[in-house]
């Protein structure tokens, strides 16, 4: 009896699973919102180097002068309406976070330069960006599958590590992107992008700089 329960609810629960997997697959475009995880190369449109923190002014010959690096960032995008006389545009907000990396290297370091013991060490030169944007998204273009998408203006708040020569580390500015979403499966996207953000520069340092990578996400 029992062997028989277990059997009739293992069959049930497989029929409902396959009912739902069904279901999905029918309707893949109505998964509206995303969650995704990106990689990027970036590059500040000018390098921070002969600054007091970044090299303590290129002191012996060492310059921190790498304008180009890595990027990782996150970014959630939420549905807000839908426009199906405008190519299927999927209307959104945008939660984008990213972390870049655009210079790193063995410079004079400027807390042991002051106490009169220069040392050489690496010092890296890095952003923080959370983006919050609206972001339009066309799903009904071709098959569906793919997607371009359009972040037409967004407002950017940026952490800056090390700071600048007046000891200034936090900026805002404006934030732009677009690219192309593929629909892999009804769950799961792959894409690629461009972003460029537009720091004020408040800290009185460079801000500015592009962003392309390629992201993998997840639908629901």
């Not at 040392?119 to 071709?142: C, H, M, Q, S, Y």
């Not at 936090?170 to 192309?180: A, K, N, S, T, V």
Request: proline share 4%; net charge negative.
């Amino acid at each position: 009896m029992i062997v028989r329960a277990i059997v009739g609810i293992s069959a049930m629960a497989v029929s409902i699973l396959g009912a739902s997997g069904d279901s999905f697959a029918e309707d893949g475009a109505a998964y509206s919102n995303q969650l995704f995880v990106r990689a990027a190369y970036s590059a500040l449109t000018s390098s921070r180097a002969n600054e007091v923190f970044t090299d303590t002014l290129s002191a012996q010959g060492f310059t921190n002068s790498d304008k180009g690096g890595f990027s990782i960032a996150a970014g959630l995008d939420l549905s807000a309406a839908h426009m199906d006389d405008l190519a299927g545009a999927n209307l959104m907000g945008e939660v984008f976070i990213e972390f870049s990396k655009f210079s790193d290297r063995p410079v004079v370091q400027t807390t042991s330069a002051l106490l009169g013991a220069p040392v050489v060490t690496n010092v890296p030169v890095t952003e923080l960006n959370v983006t919050i944007a609206p972001k339009a998204r066309f799903d009904e273009l071709g098959s569906g599958r793919i997607r371009p998408f359009l972040v037409p203006i967004g407002l950017a708040f940026l952490v800056n590590s090390p700071p600048s020569d007046n000891s200034g580390y936090l900026d805002i500015g404006l934030h732009f992107g677009g690219g192309i979403d593929f629909l892999v499966v009804d769950r799961v996207s792959v894409g690629a992008d461009i972003r460029y953000t537009h720091g004020f520069d408040q800290s009185n340092t460079s801000t500015r700089y592009w962003s392309t990578g390629v992201y993998t996400a997840l639908n629901f």
